[in-house]
């Protein structure tokens, strides 16, 4: 089984940064990518940025990256708009577009 945690959600407004972080516990080696999805209110849940030892994918203007040995993954978010309020989740998972752990997800809401 594996645990994850997301931190680092809050408001801004629109043009500021945010950092959300995520860590991984439990069964670590069963974890080969990990990602960042968001759901905002009435719309289907998306996929925002991956990560795995092949390489990353990011949707727009943010940046992942990965620590192996804190066991985290981290989002940074950058010139924020509006459009990016939602629940952002944390997924991880034996390969990209698989993932089988979902963290409980943190709010990022910004303001115009």
């Known amino acids: 089984q594996v645990v994850l945690v997301e931190s680092g959600g809050g408001s801004v407004q629109a043009g500021g940064s945010l950092r959300l972080s995520c860590g991984a516990s439990?069964?670590?080696?069963?974890?080969?990518?990990m990602a960042w999805y968001r759901q905002a209110p009435g719309k289907e849940r998306e996929l925002v940025a991956a990560i795995s030892s092949a390489g990353s994918f990011v949707k727009g203007r943010f940046t992942i990256s990965g620590d192996n040995v804190k066991n985290t993954v981290t989002l940074q978010m950058n010139s924020l708009k509006p459009e990016d309020t939602a629940m952002y989740f944390c997924?991880?998972?034996?390969?990209?577009?698989?993932?089988?752990?979902w963290g409980q997800g943190t709010q990022v809401t910004v303001s115009a």
């Open positions: 997924a991880a998972g034996p390969a990209m577009g698989r993932y089988d752990y």
């Open positions: 439990g069964s670590i080696s069963m974890i080969h990518a």
